[in-house]
T-cell receptor
């Protein structure tokens, strides 16, 4: 395991459906981040975990979004009742030490029809 | 909201030329990082410069930081076609915890062979 992995890489869903994404960070990294990126924009922070604790959530993370990191390993991001505005690339990143660089996964591209 | 603004938004050069991208930000930072993103892919960390540093080098990359002007520049020397990508600056703000990244909107660099 040499990097952050995300699954699935692409997801097409109909409006109103629920979707769940998974992120597997680099094994020794205790911090895990979720970002969202729309076309032509930089990524925007959604939430982060230190070990299993969710320590910060952006106001972008509406009530329809929930993230978990059980046992401080992999993380899931669930979007309930998807809307067309949720269409974006969802990026996961992990890091080991405060303020150091973050290692990003390949992202999950969500398309809501 | 985006913290940084990159300039230019798009840059097209010939192979072998140098490419300079600029980034401005608004609030006090702990560090500033540059990332590269190939089309539709995750981000790759390039270099990190701390608020008490003024210049840093890594291979063909040179980054400067001017905290009085709240700006940074990324210089890629002797560019190659493989350098074609989007480049983002990202800041870690002093007042936030967890070292979350706040990205700019990016510069799209095209290196023509």
């Amino acid at each position: 395991d040499t990097g952050v992995s995300q699954d699935p890489r692409h997801k097409i869903t109909k409006r109103g459906q629920n979707v769940t994404f998974r992120c597997d960070p680099i094994s020794e990294h205790n911090r895990l981040y979720w970002y969202r990126q729309t076309l032509g924009q930089g990524p925007e922070f959604l939430t982060y975990f230190q070990n299993e604790a969710q320590l910060e959530k952006s106001r972008l993370l509406s009530d329809r979004f929930s993230a978990e990191r059980p046992k401080g390993s992999f993380s899931t991001l669930e979007i309930q009742r998807t809307e067309q505005g949720d269409s974006a690339m969802y990026l996961c990143a992990s890091s080991q030490v405060t303020y150091n660089e973050q290692f990003f996964g390949p992202g999950t591209r969500l398309t809501v029809l | 909201s985006q913290q940084g603004e990159e300039d230019p938004q798009a840059l097209s050069i010939q192979e072998g030329e140098n490419a300079t991208m600029n980034c401005s930000y608004k609030t006090s930072i702990n560090n500033l990082q540059w990332y590269r993103q190939n089309s539709g892919r995750g981000l790759v960390h390039l270099i990190l410069i701390r608020s008490n540093e003024r210049e840093k080098h890594s291979g063909r990359l040179r980054v400067t930081l001017d905290t009085s002007k709240k700006s940074s520049s990324l210089l890629i020397t002797a560019s190659r076609a493989a350098d074609t990508a989007s480049y983002f600056c990202a800041t870690v703000l002093r007042e936030t915890s967890g070292s979350r990244l706040t990205f700019g909107e990016g510069t799209q660099l095209t290196v023509n062979p």
